[in-house]
C-alpha cells in the first residue's frame, strides 16, 4: 500500500468520520417547559419583586427573553392546542373552551404536532406532565408523536369520572387546602396516567411537580446519545397548589411564591442535569406558559405585571406571557421584543431540525428561528388573531395596534340588542391598554376589522374535525 494511497485513505475517513460527526451535532435537543396560569409579571427576570427564579432567569441570562410572545388562546386547552400544531385553535376545532372529565372530544390524531415532526427526525419524544387535549386512550400523547407519557390528562381541579365532589373553590378554599396538604388525596379525584393506564388514583400533588421532573431528567439520561424532545407540561401553578413537604411555607399568602419558586428549583434540577451530561451546548430549552394569571384566586393567583387583567380574557393579561429560551446559536443575555409565539414553535422547530411539514396541512404559525437567534430584527409575524376563551374572534393585533371588539353578554329580560364595545390601544405607547382609541382612529379601526374577519373567515373555512368519541358531541 503506497503512502500516497494511505493518505487518500485517511484524508476520506476523516472526511466522513467528520461529517457524521457534524450530522449528529447539526440535531438539537428540544425542551419545552409549559406552565400552567403563570402570569407575565412572576418571574423575577420579567420583574417581579416578590418571586425568586434564579434558575429562569439563567435561561434568560444565557440565551434570549421574548416580551411580546403571544398564546392562541386565554384557557388550558385551546393554548396547548395551538403549541402542539402551530395552529389557531379555531383551525384544529379545539377553540371551544377547555375540555372536561366527560368532554367527548380531543385533538385529532391526524394533526401534525411538534411530537410528530421530531419523532419522523429520528427523535426520542415524552410528554411528563398535564396533556389536556383529551383523556381517551385514542387521544392521549401517545397517539400524538410521543413515545412516552406520565401526567395528569387535564387540569389538577378535576375529579375522575364525572368531575363531581370538589372543595370549594375561592381563594379561601385554596386557603383550607393549602393548610391541609393531606387534602391532595382526601378532598380529590384526580388521576394520573402512564401511558394510558391510570396508576394512581388521586394522585398525590404534592410531589407531582418534582416528579415530573424526575421522570425527564431519566429520560434525558436515557437517551444522551440520540437526539431528544421533552415536552414538560407543569400542572401548576393552576389551582389547587401543593408542593412538598421539605420546602412547603405553611402560611397561605406565599403559596403561590412557594409554588413557583419549587417549579423554578425543578428547572435548576433539569439545566444541571444537561450540564452534567454535557448536553447543555446543544439542547434548546424553551419556558413559557399556557396562558395568564387567573387573578381571580388572589395569593393563590399570580400577577400580569404591567399588562391589563389576566386568564380567560383577550387583554394582554390573558395572552401575552414571559418567554426565555436558551440554546445552540441564541445569542446571551440578548431581549426580543417583536411579535411572536407558541403557534411558531413548530415551524421554527422543522426549520431548525430538518424536515418539511405536512403540505396538505396549513398552519397559522411562521418560521422564527432567525429571530430566535438575533439574525433578524423584525418579526416574519404581521398580525395575531385574538380569540376569546370560547373561541369567538374578539380582535386583531397588527404593528402596535391592537383592536378588540367583544360582544356584550345579552340581557335575558330583552330582546334589544346590545352594541359590541370597541376597543383601539397602541400597546407600544400604552401597554396596559388603558386608552381606547377608537373614535380617534377609525380609519384603524376599519382596517383592521377588515383584515380580521377576512384571516377569520379562512380558517372557519378550512377548519379541521376534531377527534369525537362514537357516541359523543362536542360541547
Given at each position: 500500500?503506497?503512502?500516497q494511497?494511505?493518505?487518500?485513505w485517511?484524508?476520506?475517513?476523516?472526511?466522513?468520520?467528520?461529517?457524521?460527526?457534524?450530522?449528529d451535532a447539526a440535531?438539537p435537543n428540544?425542551?419545552?417547559?409549559f406552565?400552567?396560569?403563570q402570569g407575565y409579571?412572576?418571574?423575577s427576570?420579567?420583574?417581579?419583586?416578590?418571586i425568586n427564579?434564579?434558575?429562569?432567569?439563567?435561561?434568560?441570562?444565557?440565551g434570549?427573553?421574548?416580551?411580546?410572545?403571544?398564546?392562541?388562546?386565554?384557557v388550558?386547552?385551546p393554548?396547548?392546542?395551538?403549541l402542539?400544531t402551530?395552529c389557531?385553535?379555531?383551525?384544529?376545532?379545539?377553540?371551544?373552551?377547555?375540555?372536561?372529565?366527560t368532554?367527548k372530544?380531543?385533538?385529532?390524531?391526524?394533526?401534525?404536532?411538534?411530537?410528530?415532526?421530531?419523532q419522523?427526525?429520528?427523535y426520542a419524544?415524552a410528554c411528563?406532565?398535564?396533556?389536556?387535549?383529551?383523556?381517551?386512550p385514542?387521544?392521549?400523547?401517545?397517539?400524538h408523536?410521543?413515545?412516552?407519557?406520565?401526567?395528569?390528562p387535564?387540569s389538577?381541579?378535576?375529579?375522575?369520572?364525572?368531575?363531581?365532589?370538589?372543595?370549594k373553590?375561592?381563594?379561601?378554599?385554596?386557603?383550607e387546602?393549602?393548610?391541609d396538604?393531606e387534602?391532595?388525596l382526601?378532598?380529590?379525584?384526580?388521576?394520573?396516567?402512564?401511558d394510558e393506564?391510570?396508576?394512581?388514583l388521586?394522585?398525590?400533588?404534592?410531589?407531582?411537580?418534582?416528579r415530573?421532573t424526575q421522570k425527564?431528567?431519566?429520560?434525558?439520561t436515557e437517551?444522551?446519545?440520540?437526539?431528544?424532545?421533552?415536552?414538560?407540561?407543569?400542572?401548576?401553578?393552576?389551582?389547587?397548589?401543593?408542593?412538598?413537604?421539605?420546602?412547603?411555607?405553611p402560611?397561605?399568602?406565599y403559596?403561590?411564591?412557594?409554588?413557583?419558586?419549587h417549579i423554578d428549583?425543578?428547572v435548576?434540577?433539569?439545566l444541571?442535569t444537561l450540564d452534567?451530561?454535557k448536553l447543555?451546548?446543544?439542547?434548546?430549552?424553551?419556558?413559557t406558559?399556557?396562558?395568564?394569571?387567573?387573578l381571580r384566586?388572589?395569593?393563590?393567583?399570580?400577577t400580569?405585571g404591567?399588562?391589563?387583567?389576566?386568564?380567560?380574557?383577550?387583554?394582554?393579561?390573558g395572552?401575552?406571557?414571559?418567554?426565555?429560551?436558551?440554546?445552540p446559536?441564541i445569542p446571551?443575555?440578548?431581549v426580543?421584543?417583536?411579535?411572536t409565539?407558541?403557534?411558531?414553535?413548530?415551524?421554527?422547530l422543522?426549520?431548525?431540525v430538518?424536515?418539511a411539514?405536512?403540505s396538505?396541512h396549513?398552519?397559522?404559525g411562521?418560521?422564527?428561528?432567525?429571530?430566535?437567534?438575533g439574525?433578524k430584527?423584525?418579526?416574519s409575524r404581521?398580525?395575531?388573531?385574538?380569540?376569546?376563551?370560547?373561541?369567538?374572534?374578539?380582535?386583531?393585533r397588527q404593528?402596535?395596534?391592537?383592536l378588540?371588539v367583544?360582544?356584550?353578554?345579552?340581557?335575558?329580560?330583552?330582546?334589544?340588542?346590545?352594541?359590541?364595545?370597541?376597543?383601539?390601544?397602541?400597546?407600544?405607547?400604552?401597554?396596559?391598554?388603558?386608552?381606547?382609541l377608537a373614535?380617534?382612529?377609525?380609519?384603524?379601526?376599519?382596517?383592521?376589522?377588515?383584515?380580521?374577519?377576512?384571516?377569520?373567515?379562512?380558517i372557519?373555512s378550512?377548519a379541521?374535525?376534531?377527534w369525537?368519541?362514537?357516541?359523543?358531541?362536542?360541547?
Open positions: 500500500m503506497t503512502r494511497y494511505l493518505q487518500t485517511w484524508i476520506f475517513t476523516f472526511c466522513v468520520f467528520t461529517c457524521v460527526s457534524q450530522g440535531q428540544v425542551i419545552l417547559i406552565a400552567d396560569d409579571g412572576d418571574l427576570c420579567f420583574g417581579s419583586e416578590t427564579t434564579p434558575h429562569i432567569d439563567r435561561l434568560a441570562q444565557e434570549r427573553k421574548f416580551t411580546n410572545f403571544m398564546v392562541a388562546s386565554p388550558c386547552t393554548s396547548r392546542a395551538a402542539m402551530g389557531y385553535p379555531k383551525r384544529v376545532g379545539m377553540h371551544q373552551h377547555v375540555l372536561f372529565p368532554s372530544k380531543g385533538l385529532n390524531p391526524s394533526e401534525h404536532t411538534i411530537a410528530d415532526h421530531l419522523d427526525q429520528g419524544t411528563f406532565g398535564k396533556w389536556h387535549l383529551g383523556y381517551q385514542e387521544v392521549l400523547p401517545r397517539a408523536g410521543f413515545d412516552t407519557y406520565f401526567g395528569i387535564y389538577n381541579d378535576m375529579n375522575y369520572p364525572d368531575n363531581k365532589e370538589r372543595p373553590g375561592g381563594p379561601d378554599g385554596m386557603d387546602l393549602w393548610a396538604p387534602s391532595t382526601t378532598k380529590w379525584k384526580t388521576p394520573l396516567i402512564e393506564e391510570i396508576i394512581e388521586p394522585v398525590d400533588q404534592r410531589t407531582i411537580t418534582r415530573y425527564a431528567i431519566d429520560f434525558i437517551n444522551k446519545a440520540k437526539p431528544f424532545f421533552v415536552y414538560l407540561p407543569h400542572s401548576m401553578p393552576h389551582i389547587p397548589l401543593y408542593v412538598p413537604d421539605d420546602v412547603r411555607n402560611d397561605p399568602l403559596a403561590y411564591i412557594n409554588t413557583i419558586e428549583s425543578e435548576g434540577r433539569l444541571e452534567d451530561l447543555a451546548d446543544n439542547t434548546y430549552v424553551l419556558y406558559t399556557d396562558n395568564g394569571p387567573w384566586f388572589k395569593h393563590h393567583g399570580g400580569a404591567p399588562l391589563r387583567d389576566g386568564k380567560g380574557t383577550t387583554f394582554e393579561g395572552q401575552r406571557v414571559p418567554c426565555v429560551l436558551r440554546g446559536g446571551a443575555g440578548s426580543c421584543h417583536e411579535l409565539g407558541t403557534i411558531d414553535v413548530l415551524p421554527t422543522a426549520a431548525l430538518g424536515g411539514l405536512p396538505q396549513r398552519i397559522d411562521v418560521d422564527m428561528s432567525p429571530l430566535w437567534h439574525k430584527e423584525a418579526s404581521e398580525e395575531f388573531l385574538y380569540y376569546s376563551s370560547h373561541g369567538v374572534l374578539e380582535g386583531i404593528g402596535p395596534w391592537k378588540l367583544k360582544l356584550p353578554r345579552q340581557n335575558r329580560n330583552t330582546r334589544e340588542p346590545k352594541a359590541a364595545e370597541v376597543l383601539l390601544f397602541n400597546l407600544e405607547e400604552d401597554l396596559g391598554e388603558k386608552e381606547n373614535d380617534k382612529y377609525p380609519v384603524v379601526v376599519s382596517k383592521l376589522h377588515t383584515i380580521m374577519d377576512a384571516l377569520d373567515a379562512e372557519t378550512n379541521r374535525p376534531p369525537f368519541e362514537d357516541d359523543g358531541i362536542a360541547e
